[in-house]
């Protein structure tokens, strides 16, 4: 068996004894030659292509440039006959064996690392959400839900009372029939009982309806007076489950922007930080009002996360929606420190929804 230094001997030497025998062909004048008309009508032998003649100094110009030895192109020779002599692969074998396990791909792909194509990372969700929308009872319970549309029910009443009181509330009855509207949609998307659920689109049109009035050019009229509280007393026969006569036709589903500006649930959210700065802002009243507190939070939260809906054309915006996000979280933390009578948790939090606020004001301030 031949040692490999033996073997490299051996290839070293066909690559000199190939080299010898092309160098004296390339003296021979094997091949055919032509005559051809140069444009003065001279004519002019040359050598075909095919040949190993040597050519004259003009015929190269005109046909091949490369570098030669004795006529030879240098890409006939190897760039380093010693490597080449050293290579102890197979005659015929281009490549060494692939350690690699399994099959070989029957194609190699000829791309490099600039026209490569790159696979980008899918971009997550910027709302967790499951399949058919967020999990609403996570954010706000059904007694949350319930208390809070009876506080509006309460706050509208006392504003629907004459034309005169209606006239000075018309800035504040947009905002809390808008909030109504909202909490009427999240019922019937919420997975727990609610006696009036099945009527809730029915609240939430005539609460759009009350918005849209009140907050009309003619809001200041008698005639939308009559319409704003004709609408809030079907409202309110609903929810003590009444069957109120003429119902409008409404569609059970609805997206957001459908039937809530999102400036009016801004200015909700507004008020309610404003409240939880005047009555949680020290401990004592942290103790006091934490019922409210955390429903008032609980509000903060769904709001919050409606912000994110495709409805509202926010969330391709990725500052707002971290701001929506984190006002959402922030409200959730502050309502599991309720909970824990946590005032210091709780503190914290709301300073983060104040700073949240803050800055989606100084942006996208609506309204």
Known sequence: MTSPFGQAITRYSVVLFVTAILTMFAGCG??????????????????????????SPTAKAETDERPTIGGIPLNVYFDNPLQEASDQRLVGQ??????????????V????????????????????????????????????????????????????????????????????SSTLAFLADIARRHKDEIKWKEKAHFIRALAAQMADLS????????????????SFLKICEILDSNEPAELPEVEAEADFVDFVAIGFLMKRLERGEEWLKNNTGSEGGFTEKG???QREVSVFAA???????????????????????????????????????NYSEFDAARSKISQSCTQCHGVYRNG
Request: no cysteine; hydrophobic share 25%; glycine share 8%.
């Open 109 to 176: 792909a000829t791309t490099t690392p600039e026209t490569a194509a790159t696979t980008e990372p899918e971009a997550k969700p910027a709302v967790a959400a499951k399949s058919d929308g967020p999990e609403w009872s996570e954010l706000i319970t059904k007694d949350e839900l319930e208390s809070e549309v009876q506080s509006i029910r309460n706050d509208l009443n006392s504003r629907l009372t004459n034309f005169g009181a209606y006239k000075r509330a018309t800035r504040e009855i947009p905002v809390f």
């Open 291 to 293: 019922t409210l507190a």
């Open 303 to 341: 709001i919050s996360q409606s912000f994110t809906s495709e409805g509202f054309g926010y969330a391709e915006y990725k500052d707002f929606v971290e701001w929506a996000d984190g006002m959402r979280d922030a409200a959730r933390t502050m309502s599991k420190a309720v909970s824990a009578k």
């Open 94 to 107: 281009t490549s060494l064996p692939s350690t690699s396990p399994g099959p070989m791909s029957e194609t």
């Open 215 to 230: 907050s009309s050019k003619s809001s200041g009229e008698k005639k939308s007076y009559d319409v704003v509280n004709e």
């Open 30 to 55: 094997g091949g055919e030659k032509k005559e051809t008309v140069s444009s003065s009508g001279d004519k002019k032998t040359t050598a075909s292509s095919g040949s190993g003649s040597k050519r």
